[in-house]
């Protein structure tokens, strides 16, 4: 969902010059989307994503962001994000910073390709006009 995010991004920039800050401003926004910035997976719209296994997906202004949600039994709490532009487009997997931490780190080496042990910047936040990892 992040890249037909991503590239329904791309055609409303060229057709205004901005990004959209609201799901319903896409001409690929799911039935269920409302006017906010945040798109639930499972949940609900109205009233947050919480609770329910699944992602909330939020579109910024440089980058859109699907974080991992679920109840406090749910052991991840990692994040997807990718930026629209500049140097770093790729999807980046950022482990969440609390207890969650070791298994965010897991699940995102497995998502990225990457071996126990072996440094990426594709693990970290991307920044406007970071470098692209390879």
Known sequence: M????FNAQ?????KTGT???KW?????APANATAN???C???SQATGCGGEN??????????VTAKRTGPASAPYGYSLIRMYEGNDVQTHCVPGADATADDDDLVCRD????????????LSAPTAGGTQQG
Do not use: H, N, P
């Not at 319903?24 to 690929?28: A, E, G, I, R």
């Open 41 to 43: 997976t499972k949940g």
């Open 10 to 14: 791309q055609r409303y920039k060229m």
């Open 111 to 122: 998502y990225l390709g990457l071996e126990e042990g072996e440094e990426s910047t594709l």
């Open 2 to 5: 992040i890249g037909t995010a």
């Open 19 to 21: 990004y959209a800050t």
């Open 37 to 39: 910035a945040f798109y």
């Open 24 to 28: 319903t401003s896409l001409d690929v």
């Open 54 to 63: 699944g992602f909330e997906i939020t579109l910024g202004t440089d980058r």
